[in-house]
């Protein structure tokens, strides 16, 4: 059944009427369009859009499947991707894949996107939306702490060889995820870090909110760091975008 149009918002004050319904913002919101009749529907083989549609869907099913970045954050760093034409993506904090199957989208056919995850249930939950997007191949699941996997890549010389890198695991060890994922970015690569903003805990952390504190850290880390340039946008639960130069 087709979604209809939602309701053009009011206009701010002192101005006139938004005259053009606003439709659906993106697939996989609720309420979002379904295919039209003869459109391939969600998760069919071939059909990438549609079972990254299905994998949101999937993820919000899940305990804590909140933890999931928003569909403007993915679709943002996967358009960045395609921008900076990325061949090879990290992904710190797999959980289903949604946010490492957007980015696979957005990279050529040989390209890879190394995922990092402790806990081997939601990635397996995940896969099979990554194989009907045909996207399984470029996946790279490392299924161990994320600091392993990227001493691992460096100590196999693959420093500067990334073009794009997306932390979202632990807030604990994001001063050094973003310290390492720094060495593995290419100049003019993006490192995105998710949750910067830690629900407004980060302007004055609890002294026993460990995770608010190193977001805080990091935060005033990265505002003082010449090696990149940086926007900070209130996205979701906020998200830095760290250009290398
Ligand atoms: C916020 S979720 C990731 C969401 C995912 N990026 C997305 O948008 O679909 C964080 C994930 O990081 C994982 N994680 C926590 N600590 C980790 C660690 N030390 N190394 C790798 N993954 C970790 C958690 O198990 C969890 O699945």
Not at 79 to 104: H, P
């Amino acid at each position: 059944m087709a979604v209809p149009a939602r309701e053009a918002p009011a206009a701010p004050r002192g101005q006139p009427p938004l005259a053009v319904p606003v439709e659906p913002l993106h697939a996989g919101a609720p309420g979002a369009a379904e295919p039209a009749a003869g459109q391939r529907g969600q998760g069919e083989n071939g059909d990438p859009p549609g079972a990254w549609r299905a994998a949101r869907g999937l993820t919000l099913e899940q305990p804590q499947g909140d933890s999931m970045m928003t569909c403007e954050q993915a679709q943002l760093l996967a358009n960045l991707a395609r921008l900076i034409k990325a061949k090879k993506a990290l992904d710190l904090g797999t959980f289903t894949g949604y946010s490492a199957l957007a980015l696979a989208l957005a990279l050529p056919p040989a390209g890879r996107v190394v995922t990092c995850e402790v806990d081997a249930g939601p990635p397996e939950l995940g896969r099979p939306l990554w194989r009907q997007a045909e996207e399984e191949h470029k996946i790279d699941l490392r299924l161990k702490p994320a600091l392993e996997t990227l001493e691992e890549l460096l100590a196999a010389g693959e420093a500067s060889t990334f073009d794009i890198a997306v932390v979202d695991a632990d807030k604990e060890n994001c001063a050094a995820y973003y310290e390492r994922c720094l060495q593995l970015l290419r100049p003019g690569g993006v490192l995105a870090i998710l949750r910067v903003l830690w629900r407004g805990e980060v302007l004055r952390p609890q002294q026993r909110d460990t995770a608010a504190q190193c977001v805080r850290n990091l935060n005033e880390r990265i505002l003082r760091d010449a090696r990149v340039h940086i926007s900070l946008l209130p996205l979701g639960d906020g998200l830095t975008l760290a250009f290398k130069i």
